[in-house]
Antibody, heavy 122, light 107 residues
Framework: QLQLQESGPGLVKPSETLSLTCTVS??????????WGWIRQPPGKGLEWIGN???????YYNPSLKSRVTLSVDTSKKQFSLKLTSVTAADTAVYYC??????????????WGQGTLVTVSS | DIQMTQSPSSLSASVGDRVTITCRAS??????LNWYQQKPGKAPKLLIY???SLQSGVPSRFSGSGSGTDFTLTINKLQPEDLATYYC?????????FGQGTKVEIK
């Protein structure tokens, strides 16, 4: 059974870089069947898609975050990562890693990590 | 970006009621519309994909309909465990977007 686990600092200072890693167990990242990516949720607010990638294919980013976001993958460690630069308090959120799967000819997110709260504060 | 607008933002209903949540896209997204349920303190869970297909393991009281720009999530015979926030999501474009959410409370 697929499991996703986020890890990384829970506190980041303003203007610094937020770095999170998602460890995948129970499935292979280097499959072209799935998308892997990140979604965030500020406290008390809704979901915001950050970006995702298709192994061996293209990486897509939320246009509003594109200039500050980088997704990367390390298949040997079964991990993928998120880097968000120049953070501000507005980047405080629960960050989820997730898997996208194709059913019915379109994509949907069928698996989520438990989420990790990242607070941006000095 | 394709904007997704849900209504209402919140609702309160009694156990056994039929609940309807709507989601409107700013442009046609065919049937590339998913619905998620998020219970307090938990990660979201996929309920409905491609507008009307029930995800495996999801109770049949949940159903979805619509295409183009207008979509509906219906919960028949609301149960206490359906207390949650519900989100629609489009995956028509490569830049995925969510609706702002609809909070369902039990009277």
């Amino acid at each position: 059974q697929l499991q996703l686990q986020e890890s990384g600092p829970g506190l980041v200072k303003p203007s610094e870089t937020l770095s999170l890693t998602c460890t995948v167990s129970g499935d292979s990242i280097n499959s072209n069947t799935y998308y892997w990516g990140w979604i965030r949720q500020p406290p008390g607010k809704g979901l915001e898609w950050i970006g995702n990638f298709h192994y061996g294919g293209t990486t897509y980013y939320n246009p509003s975050l594109k200039s500050r976001v980088t997704l990367s993958v390390d298949t040997s460690k079964k991990q993928f990562s998120l880097k968000l630069t120049s953070v501000t308090a507005a980047d405080t959120a629960v960050y989820y890693c997730a898997r996208g799967v194709s059913q019915g000819g379109s994509y949907q997110i069928d698996s989520w990590g438990q989420g990790t709260l990242v607070t941006v504060s000095s | 970006d394709i904007q997704m607008t849900q209504s209402p933002s919140s609702l309160s209903a009694s156990v056994g009621d039929r609940v309807t949540i709507t989601c409107r896209a700013s442009q046609s997204i065919s049937s590339y519309l998913n619905w998620y349920q998020q219970k307090p303190g938990k990660a979201p869970k996929l309920l409905i994909y491609t507008a009307s297909s029930l995800q495996s393991g999801v109770p049949s009281r949940f159903s979805g309909s619509g295409s183009g720009t207008d979509f509906t999530l219906t919960i028949n015979k609301l149960q206490p465990e359906d207390l949650a926030t519900y989100y629609c999501q489009q995956t028509y474009s490569t830049s995925w977007t969510f609706g702002q959410g609809t909070k369902v409370e039990i009277k």
